[in-house]
Every structure is written in C-alpha cells, then in structure tokens.
C-alpha cells in the first residue's frame, strides 16, 4: 500500500491513434483531484508508427520484441524527465481488445519500466475487469467523475472523448464516489479519428486531416452512413466497447468515394456514433464537454453541435488540458489501484461489481496484484 495523504503521480497514455506518448501529473489522494502539474509529449517516428501498426491486432505470444522495445523506450524517455514522482501509471499500447473472447491486450512491461525510472509503476490496468465480465473500457469514467468535481459542476454532464475510438461518459457530479451506483454511465459510441487516420494515410500519406481540411471539402454521403449504422454495435446496449479496428468496413463503405467526400463521410460517421450514443443517457446533460484530438477538428465539432441538443465544447473552455487528459487519468488511477481503491464499475465497463485491479511493480521486478 502507498503512503496515506496527497501523492505526485505521474500518468503516459500511448492511444490507438498511435501518434505518441502523452505524460502529465496529477497531485491527489485518489479521490480528489488537488492540483495538475506538469506534461510533456514524445511523438512517434514514421518509423516507430509503421512497426506498431504492424503489431495491432496481435496476442501475447507473437513476435512482438521491436514493438515492444519501441513501447518502453518511448516511455522512458518522457517518462524520465519527471522528478520527484511517487508512483506511475502506464497504460501501455493496446494492441488488441477483445472482451467476450481472447481478452484484451496493452503491450508494455511496466516491471521494466519501474526498473528503468527507479519509481513504482502500476500497470495491466484492464485484465482484472475483464476477468471479472468487464468490458475492460473506457477507465477514464472515474477520473471524468473527479473532474466534474473540480470544475464545481452541479448539474449531469458528458465528456466526450475523440480520440483513435469514441467514448462517452455521463457524469452525476452530486454523486458521493464513482463507483455509487448512478454516478457514471459510460461506453464507447463508436469509431472517432483512427479510420480517419488510416484514410490519410493510405490516400494522401498523411497522419491525420489537419483542422478537418479535407473535410470541409467534401459533402458525406448518406448511403454510405446508413450503411455504417446498420452494424449490431449500435443496436447494443451499454456498457461496450470496440477494438480500434472493428470498423474496418469504414474505409469499404467510402472506397468508391473521392478524398475529400470520403474524408467528409468518415467524419460524418464518427459523429452520429456519438448522437446515437446520447439515446442512452440516464438524463439529458447540461452540456458536453470534448477531449481527445477531435476536438481539433471544427467540422467534427461542428457536426456535433448541429446534432445535439446541448452546448458542446472542447475541455479547455473549463479548464482542463484535452490533450492531456487520458494521462492525468491514469496518473489518478495509478494511486487508486495503489490504495485498493475501485476505478471501474458496472456503469463503467459492465462488470459484475466495482473492481481495481493492476500490477503494482517496484523496482528491482517486485511485482504484485492488486485486486
């Protein structure tokens, strides 16, 4: 267990965007988010991005030693520009997520890790959930009801997270703690920026549509959106959540499409995903505030604000950092695994009861579950 009291936590998110590694601070106790320090980004090469988008989709047990060396390097470096941390969380690279079926898989051997920074590091933060009938995701829900805290909301609100995959979560800032029961409602809505990104790649060998330039171009093409919401994931209930490319039928549906109309369409369809993810809301939110890279995108944003019935804003319009805030999640979680505390529930991901399992390592490889 971690010393009792306000702790520094140090937080790194690598997503299935596969741009680079976020790192940013939290000061909290695991419940209270007290201040936000300080973050810093390590991009991935061309390089480094081609070899781990090689690596997506595959299982423990596959030739995965240059990903994996490419993971931990990355991380080690932005990582040890930190002092005085008491604990890490990391994430690690998620290579593939199935929940009802192999389980789910984040690349990255945190007990290395912790060797290398000379600082405890919590890990493997989706497995315990998952054994347990979790969805294993999203595990930023909990964090979000910390920040609705901070920013002082009193009324039920959603945070929109854009990132590689959508994912919603409805907030009840009058909740006691996170894991009460309707305090959280969270799922993922649906594809956001990742076959968008693997459309520049493939058409203009470009990493992403800078400021939804393409877009803005192009006019989305509605046979091909029916198409998209006819797949079962939409007729699911939540709790859910997606593997970065179970929609690979997105760059199918806009192949005979020219750029700009595909670009249009696939931004088109990441978000009526998130409106037809708003159905299931407990309560109609006062307002959605976005994170993650689509954020960035004003047609994506646009788009949004057209088809909701609340005000819709990036993160930072209350001051929160909405490139940041995935690695100041788990910069939270980590002190929360650390004190046995809970960091998903059966709002959150649909496991049976509230759960907060890891890998609590230390240096010199001691390792330890915690459940």
């Given at each position: ?6 702790v ?45 988008r ?45 929940p009802r ?11 290395a ?15 315990a ?29 959603c945070?929109?997270?854009l ?7 409805w907030v ?10 309707g ?5 993922d ?33 509605e ?48 978000a009526?995903?998130v ?49 940041m805030?995935e ?36 240096p010199?490889?001691r390792?330890?579950?915690?459940a």
């Open positions: 267990m971690m010393r009792t009291g306000p520094k936590a140090l937080g790194a998110m690598s997503g299935t965007s596969l741009d680079g590694v976020d790192a940013a601070v939290v000061v909290t106790d695991g419940v209270t988010i007290l201040e936000f320090g300080d973050s810093a980004y390590r991009p991935y090469s061309e390089a480094e991005q081609a070899v781990l090689a690596a997506l989709g595959k299982w423990p047990g596959a030739d995965l030693a240059a990903a994996s060396e490419i993971v931990l390097g990355a991380h080690r470096e932005v990582l040890s520009r930190f002092e005085g941390i008491d604990v890490v969380g990391f994430h690690g690279q998620t290579l593939a997520h199935e079926g192999r389980g789910t898989h984040q690349l990255g051997d945190g007990a890790l912790a060797d290398a920074l000379g600082v405890p590091v919590v890990w493997d933060f989706r497995s959930d998952v054994a347990l009938g979790g969805e294993g995701a999203p595990l930023a829900p909990f964090f979000h009801w910390a920040c609705a805290k901070w920013i002082g909301a009193d009324k039920p609100l945070f929109l997270n990132g590689g995959v959508g994912n919603l979560t009840d800032p009058a909740a006691a703690k996170p894991e009460a029961p305090a959280l409602l969270a799922f809505t649906g594809p956001a920026n990742a076959p968008l990104n693997d459309l520049m790649t493939q058409r203009r060998g470009l990493a992403y549509d800078e400021g939804g330039a393409l877009a803005q171009q192009g006019r989305v093409e046979g091909a959106l029916e198409l998209f919401l006819d797949e079962g994931f939409f007729r699911r209930m939540p709790p859910k959540s997606l593997d970065r490319d179970d929609f690979s039928v997105m760059l199918d549906l806009v192949r005979e499409l020219g750029d700009a109309d595909a670009a249009a369409t696939m931004t088109g369809m990441a009526t995903a409106m037809v993810g708003m159905e299931h809301c407990p309560s109609p939110p006062d307002r959605v505030l976005v994170t993650g890279g689509g954020r960035k995108n004003p047609v994506m944003m646009e788009m949004l604000r057209a088809g909701l019935d609340c005000p819709v804003a990036p993160v930072e319009d209350v001051g929160l950092d909405g490139d805030l690695a100041q999640a788990f910069a939270w979680l980590a002190v929360r695994v650390a004190r046995g505390l809970p960091t998903s529930a059966p709002g959150t991901t649909g496991v049976a009861t509230p759960v907060g399992g890891g890998q609590l390592s230390r010199e490889r390792s330890e579950s915690v």
